[in-house]
């Protein structure tokens, strides 16, 4: 499996960014694709993840109402918009994904993992 994340780039407060994850190589029927964000020191935390089984989605509470996550089916393509962005935003944000129907309780059991992209929010 190949993740390849785009996107990422320098953005005012309150601005917004579409990031991408091109996927490809998947041998399972089902599985899902999600965000993960890592600040330097900190551990690695889920941001949000769509299943290919029913496009059900996952947001963790800081994502709810600012971020939407969707699929592009015939470009392989999984998206991340952000609006609202605020300075605590500021992250690497990486595409994962792992076979099955269920987003991950949390970002370890993540089997595949993309580059990251970084995001910065400053004015």
């Known amino acids: 499996v190949q993740l390849q994340a785009s996107g990422g780039g320098l953005v005012q407060p309150g601005g917004s960014l579409r990031l991408s994850c091109a996927a490809s190589?998947?041998?399972?029927?089902?599985?899902?694709i999600g965000w993960v964000r890592q600040t330097p020191g900190r551990e690695r935390e889920g941001v949000s993840c769509?299943?290919?089984?029913?496009?059900?989605?996952y947001y963790v509470d800081f994502a709810k109402g600012r971020f939407t996550i969707s699929r592009d089916n015939a470009k392989n393509t999984v998206y991340l918009q952000m609006n609202y962005l605020k300075p605590v935003d500021t992250a690497v944000y990486y595409c994962?994904?792992?076979?099955?129907?269920?987003?991950?309780?949390?970002?370890?059991?993540?089997?595949?993992w993309g580059q990251g992209t970084q995001v910065t929010v400053s004015s």
């Open positions: 994962a994904a792992i076979d099955g129907s269920t987003c991950p309780a949390t970002p370890k059991y993540y089997d595949y």
């Open positions: 190589g998947f041998t399972s029927d089902y599985y899902v």
């Open positions: 769509i299943s290919n089984s029913d496009d059900s989605t």
